[in-house]
């Protein structure tokens, strides 16, 4: 094995035992000359692993001193969102529920700044992407239950709306923040798109906004957009709270439409 590949193992056992809790805020770690009996690598792949752990803000090195465990909800950043929704092979029900809210509570404003900021190019792509959402939710014979390629189609579109949105927005801050969203759901659309199927294929909603954003209205598009997200994460919580269930299990949805384990 690489040497990145020996230190890619220790720090993914590590930063699954601190996610997990195993490793709780303000453990002690044990020392170099432990861990790499502990994982049968040398020193260099440790301290790279434990350089890793600290730049994701799970681990405070103290040259000379301990090193301890952090509290990641006050020390890390959106890029381990990833790791905290997907689990031991299951989806984290609470993280699947703080991203869709964030999503709902970005996405209204980014449509405002879309409207005042609007771009010519912006608009015209933003109808035409649309126009493609409601050919495809015409498509089935059941409009309600949509099947896996229909729904892998409207959320790729989907996903490319939200993003022009937020490019048309011109705010850093949230490019990068729908980037760590984009890399943290949507590995998981198989599981999440059957969960958002109303929102999916409101495109009245969606003429509605694009409009709204092409005239430059500021306060409609924001309305259109939380409607429209609002009801996506409605779905999703409606469809988790039917049981007392902390996690979901990836399944192929012929086997089970709502995957809820």
């Not at 890619?8 to 590590?14: H, I, P």
């Not at 099947?147 to 927005?169: P, Q, Y």
């Amino acid at each position: 094995m690489s040497r990145s590949s020996v230190s890619d193992g220790a720090f993914v056992q590590l930063r699954d035992e601190i996610l997990s809790g195993r490793l709780g805020a303000d453990v002690p770690l044990p020392s170099e000359r432990k861990l790499t009996e502990v994982f049968g690598v040398n020193r260099q792949a440790v301290r790279e692993a434990m350089k890793r752990l600290d730049q994701a803000g799970l681990v405070e090195i103290q040259h000379g001193g301990t090193t301890r465990v952090r509290d990641f909800r006050r020390s890390a950043g959106l890029d381990l969102l990833p790791h905290l929704l997907m689990r031991d092979g299951e989806v984290d029900i609470a993280v699947a529920r703080s991203v869709m809210e964030m999503r709902a509570c970005i996405g209204p404003d980014a449509a405002r700044l879309c409207a005042i900021r609007v771009v010519p190019t912006v608009a015209e792509r933003l109808a035409d992407i649309v126009a493609r959402m409601a050919q495809v939710t015409n498509d089935p014979d059941d409009p309600d239950d949509p099947d896996d390629r229909v729904l892998a189609n409207l959320g790729e579109l989907d996903w490319e709306m939200w993003e022009l949105i937020v490019d048309g927005a011109d705010n850093i801050a949230y490019r990068l923040a729908f980037n760590a969203l984009r890399r943290t759901a949507s590995p998981l659309d198989e599981l999440l798109l059957p969960l958002r199927v109303g929102e999916l294929t409101n495109t009245a909603n969606r003429r509605v906004l694009a409009a709204a954003i092409t005239g430059g209205r500021a306060d409609r598009a924001e309305a259109a957009a939380r409607k429209l997200l609002t009801l996506g994460s409605s779905e999703l919580a409606s469809a988790l709270s039917a049981d007392d269930r902390k996690t979901l299990r990836p399944t192929r949805r012929s086997a089970s439409r709502s995957a809820v384990r």
